[in-house]
């Protein structure tokens, strides 16, 4: 929006430079817009403008106006970088057209009532047949081996692989 409106403020301006003061004064003078009460119902100021502006590569510096004063200020042309990359161009080099559908208004709609894309497909890990869950009551439960198998294993065998050992630990046991 403050671009925007910089950009409707510079497109009368006449001249090279123009200061923060004077940038200011036009944006709270807009209709219908935040600057005249930006802040607990003042307007926005110079600082306050400088700092929203700093995020677009906008900076302030000492400029020379007509009258020789030297405010701080804002090159007009250093707005154009800015207003190339974050506002649409001024104008529309296409003219409106209105719609002719030369009788061909009943392909408009090719895929009535169905959906284009596809469902996702659920996708399960594979089945290594190491199914079994341990109970909290003791039992057993299956892990694998070193060598990929699977195999049951009793409540009293430990937990984590040990070397040597050929529990593994590729499943987690869950306990109910």
């Known amino acids: 929006m403050l671009l925007a409106d910089t ?3 510079l497109a009368n301006w006449q001249d090279e430079y ?3 003061a004077q940038l200011v004064e036009r944006l709270v003078d807009l209709e ?3 600057w005249g009460e930006w802040s607990k119902g003042k307007p926005i100021t110079k600082n306050k403008l400088a700092t929203l502006l700093k995020r677009f590569g906008i900076r302030s510096r ?3 106006l007509r009258d020789g004063s030297t405010p701080k200020g804002y090159p007009c042309d250093g707005f154009e970088d800015a207003f190339s990359r974050y506002l649409p ?3 529309n080099a296409t003219t409106p057209q209105p719609i002719q559908d030369n009788g061909l208004r009943h392909f408009q709609n090719a895929t009535p009532g169905v959906d284009v894309a596809f469902p996702n497909q659920r996708k399960t890990a594979p089945d290594n ?3 079994d ?3 909290q009551a003791g039992g057993t439960s299956s ?3 070193k060598d990929g198998e699977c195999r049951a294993r009793d409540s009293d065998e430990p937990d984590v692989y040990e070397p040597g050992s050929d529990v593994g630990l590729e499943h987690e046991e869950v306990v109910l």
Do not use: E, K, Q, Y
Request: hydrophobic share 30%; net charge positive; glycine share 12%.
């Open 133 to 135: 869950v341990a109970f």
């Open 143 to 145: 892990t694998h081996t």
């Open 32 to 34: 219908d817009r935040p």
């Open 89 to 91: 161009p001024l104008g």
């Open 7 to 9: 950009r409707t403020i």
């Open 129 to 131: 047949g190491c199914g």
């Open 18 to 20: 123009i200061s923060s």
């Open 62 to 64: 000492s400029v020379r």
